[in-house]
């Protein structure tokens, strides 16, 4: 594990949890970052943007993300056990250019329920100095928690200035992956490279994996901002806690909140939902009836409130498995999947829904039982079969789920090694990683035997063929 003095302290924390960014110099040579640049821009000059094959072509990147403040924070945020994504992509912002517009990335489709817990890191990292004059990426605090364009970016043409993630060259920028960005305008006369990676959480956090001081989050003057139930929520989270109903029913008027679940706001849908949730069971019917509206987005979020009420909303979910409404029975399971709970059971009912005629269903299936980790002789061969499902979100997101069970996924080695060869580049790359994480000698001869095939050769350009 990381040294400790790398970790993030309570305030660093709290400013992620608020914000959704960090910023990190990372403590290496300058040549280091100038030699990054110069093969960065040779490769794409030559042979155009290597995208997913940045790392192997360029190498030396990896030394930037083994920094020990690099791992530091992303152990802090993801747990020791995280894992760097396949996708990774150098962004060029040429010169001259007029940036790039404001949005959020996807997950290779917009299917995915966002998670406001993190689980999944962006690493945005300068090669060169950035400053705000050559392009750096922006971005506008803390809207990760928020879906809404219009109430991020402003529906009557507004852009909002967002804050740039400027910096020195080896500037790391940590990026909750729902964080609403976008290239700024470049002024000047040279390239900007960014490289951009991704890492994810294997496993709900059990305990802090930060220097906590104190119990509780300390939000100072936000103490009554709106989104502060939502602030609470993922300290506790994070600290492995689950929920924190804390509000008695009494000091807020839990009707007036209910009424705010269908509100035309997101923000203030999220406020209901997420102070609901800390009135605890006296809330519980509001959100289960929010979960089943016919608007979209209130079942939305009504599903975050559910999940973060905490383990009293596991029988009332359970029981909208076999709902008519395919987002009521999808938002269930992934409230299961959410909430931190010892309930083997639901791993029983959600296999079940392994044949659920909606993706949507099943995608949040596979989420829900790696999430949840338990039950692995029922939840394993649920997973096994969801590898040959036809939607390529569900086998890759199956794969991730397979890798969360470790060695108690090993009847499903030879599924992940007829992944690896799947049309879909990203059920190829998380087959492989839960290779790496079941590790047993079949495991890694498994992987060994696809990773020699499929391997680059960093030195091999099309000047440089042997």
Known sequence: MVDRSY??????MRDFIVNGYHVIKVDKPVALHDDIYAKTKSIIDEDGNPGNNLLPRVPEIQQVYDDPSVQGALTSLLGPDYVMHA????????PNSRGGAWHKDSYWGYTKVRDHHPRWIMAMYYPQDTPEEIGPTGVIPGSHYIESREEVVGGNGSVPDGFPASGEAGTVTIIHFDLWHRAFPNQTD????????????????????????????????????????MWRNMWHWLAGNGSAGSRQGDEVNIEALAGDLTHELEQKRL???????????????????ALQHERDEVGREACYGLSALGPASVEPLVNLLGHGNERVRGYAVYALGD??????????????????????????????????????????PALIGLMKDADEQVRS???????????????????????????????QGHAAVALEQIGTPEALRTLLHWLQASRWCPLTTAKSTY
């Open 339 to 380: 909430i931190r709970h010892d309930n083997p059971s639901v791993v029983e009912h959600l296999a079940g829904l392994t044949d659920d005629p909606s993706p949507f269903v099943r995608q949040n299936v596979a989420d829900a039982l790696g999430q949840i980790n338990l039950a692995a002789d029922s939840a394993v």
């Open 190 to 229: 040279k390239v900007r490279y960014m490289m951009k990676f991704q890492f994810t959480r294997m496993s709900e956090p059990d305990r802090p994996y930060w220097n906590r001081q104190r119990d509780e989050i300390d939000l100072g003057d936000l103490s009554d901002h709106p989104q502060s139930a």
């Open 7 to 12: 970790l993030f302290d309570d305030d660093a």
């Open 87 to 94: 996708h990774r992509h150098p962004h060029v912002n040429p």
């Open 271 to 289: 406020h209901a939902a997420y102070t609901l949730a800390e009135c605890g069971a006296s809330a519980l019917p509001h959100l289960i009836e």
């Open 397 to 427: 997101r199956t794969a991730y789920a397979l890798a969360k069970f470790g060695d108690e996924a090993q009847t499903a080695i030879q599924n992940l090694a007829d992944a690896c060869y799947d049309e879909n580049r990203y059920v």
